[in-house]
T-cell receptor, first 112, second 111 residues
Framework: NAGVTQTPKFRVLKTGQSMTLLCAQDMNHEYMYWYRQDPGMGLRLIHYSVGEGTTAKGEVPDGYNVSRLKKQNFLLGLESAAPSQTSVYFCASSYGPNYEQYFGPGTRLTVT | RKEVEQDPGPFNVPEGATVAFNCTYS??????FFWYRQDCRKEPKLLMSVYSSGNEDGRFTAQLNRASQYISLLIRDSKLSDSATYLCVVNQDTGRRALTFGSGTRLQVQP
């Protein structure tokens, strides 16, 4: 089992460009999450999904959109990147809201 | 009050020492508790769940105090490889359907 994978691992964008981050899990988990982590800070929840076809906002959803068209995939989109979105993005999945979450290796995004 | 609060540290301890971290949480209805470990520039990884009666996994012991709303992590016989940031994680039962992560306590074990 690969667990949770994320692509790409690194990306540099110019302000205003768009991109999509892909998260995939092979554990048949219902719940999936996108977090961002800034240097020296904790994880902040961007969006999450409680099942295929559903999405919900987390703490810091502005500037991001998500889609969960297939159970195993959760996409995070940045429509018009801003320097404030420079961060490390982690995807996670779990069986349910009260179960442990398993994380992908992260995507390091720099917006110049 | 923050939902989940941890002392950021760093805790600098010599090899072989015993070190303990506490974490307080705000929601008395919380039911699930975990400790995660995060190495520098890596993803968080589950260290252990925390059960009501307390639990142990090798050199690591986790305890829950519902009355005072805190959980603790005790590390015995610290190793250099224990150097990391330890994240306290709680479900807040706020309907958000997601766990809440603390900002972490940094541990540095020195030779």
């Amino acid at each position: 089992n690969a667990g949770v994978t994320q692509t790409p691992k690194f990306r540099v964008l110019k302000t205003g460009q768009s991109m999509t981050l892909l998260c995939a899990q092979d554990m048949n988990h219902e719940y999936m999450y996108w977090y961002r982590q800034d240097p020296g800070m904790g994880l902040r929840l961007i969006h999450y999904s409680v099942g295929e076809g559903t999405t919900a906002k987390g703490e810091v959803p502005d500037g991001y959109n998500v889609s969960r068209l297939k159970k195993q995939n959760f996409l995070l989109g940045l429509e018009s990147a801003a320097p404030s979105q420079t961060s490390v993005y982690f995807c996670a999945s779990s069986y349910g809201p009260n179960y442990e979450q398993y994380f992908g290796p992260g995507t390091r995004l720099t917006v110049t | 009050r923050k939902e989940v609060e941890q002392d950021p540290g760093p805790f600098n301890v010599p090899e072989g020492a015993t070190v303990a971290f506490n974490c307080t949480y705000s929601n008395s209805a919380s039911q699930s508790f975990f400790w995660y470990r995060q190495d520098c520039r890596k993803e968080p990884k589950l260290l252990m769940s925390v059960y009501s009666s307390g639990n142990e996994d090798g050199r690591f012991t986790a305890q829950l105090n519902r009355a005072s709303q805190y959980i603790s992590l005790l590390i015995r016989d610290s190793k250099l490889s224990d150097s990391a940031t330890y994240l306290c994680v709680v479900n807040q039962d706020t309907g958000r359907r997601a766990l809440t992560f603390g900002s972490g306590t940094r541990l540095q074990v020195q030779p």
